[in-house]
T-cell receptor
Framework: AQSVAQPEDQVNVAEGNPLTVKCTYS??????LFWYVQYPNRGLQFLLK??????LVKGSYGFEAEFNKSQTSFHLKKPSALVSDSALYFC????????FGAGTTVTVRA | GAVVSQHPSWVICKSGTSVKIECRSL??????MFWYRQFPKQSLMLMAT?????????EQGVEKDKFLINHASLTLSTLTVTSAHPEDSSFYIC???????????????FGDGTRLSIL
């Protein structure tokens, strides 16, 4: 079975500092990996995806993610975090259906 | 971009009532839609996969007779919570996948969710 894990329940950073949200995956075959963000009482918004090709994937709102096959990781990054980035972030792997990680709550303090 | 509309946003009703939630793809055709349930500050739990024109596929442990799913057109799926009780209170989210192209490399597009509160 395909799965992803998010080892951190919470990440706290100061505005302007780099933000990293960690994700590791376990799949057989080629992984199709996604990052989504959820704001309170809202659905999920798609940020970016890795299918194949370049290991550095750029997405929405200045986010990017680095696919690392040897470490089976797909960490989400933003060079300079904003207060408005405070939200719940989900890593997911897609087979026919999405399997989500447990989620990481990001808090960016002013 | 692909937009999924979910209605209603909030529902408060008495125990024993049946509640219908609609999920519409506004600018694309969705051959497959998904229904999730989410508890506070937790991940999404897939309840069922809905395919247009056929019966929904339910995940293990999800009561088919409690959560009725209908996907009658390429743009509309509905979830009906029948005879709802307080334990059914939750945040329900639908998503849809664009029918074009291979499925695994396409993101799902999510509705804004429905907050269901059963008194």
């Amino acid at each position: 079975a395909q799965s992803v894990a998010q080892p951190e329940d919470q990440v706290n950073v100061a505005e302007g500092n780099p933000l990293t949200v960690k994700c590791t995956y376990s799949v057989s075959g080629n992984p199709y990996l996604f990052w989504y963000v959820q704001y309170p009482n809202r659905g999920l918004q798609f940020l970016l995806k890795y299918i194949t090709g370049d290991n550095l994937v750029k997405g929405s709102y200045g986010f990017e993610a680095e696919f690392n096959k040897s470490q089976t990781s797909f960490h989400l990054k933003k060079p300079s975090a904003l207060v408005s980035d405070s939200a719940l972030y989900f890593c997911a792997v897609n087979d026919y259906k999405l399997s989500f990680g447990a989620g990481t709550t990001v808090t960016v303090r002013a | 971009g692909a937009v999924v509309s979910q209605h209603p946003s909030w529902v408060i009703c008495k125990s024993g009532t049946s509640v219908k939630i609609e999920c519409r793809s506004l600018d694309f055709q969705a051959t497959t839609m998904f229904w999730y349930r989410q508890f506070p500050k937790q991940s999404l739990m897939l309840m069922a996969t809905s395919n247009e024109g056929s019966k929904a596929t339910y995940e293990q442990g999800v009561e088919k007779d409690k959560f009725l799913i209908n996907h009658a057109s390429l743009t509309l799926s509905t979830l009906t919570v029948t005879s709802a009780h307080p334990e059914d209170s939750s945040f329900y989210i639908c998503s849809a996948r664009d029918g074009q192209g291979g499925f695994a490399n396409q993101p799902q597009h999510f509705g804004d969710g429905t907050r269901l509160s059963i008194l």
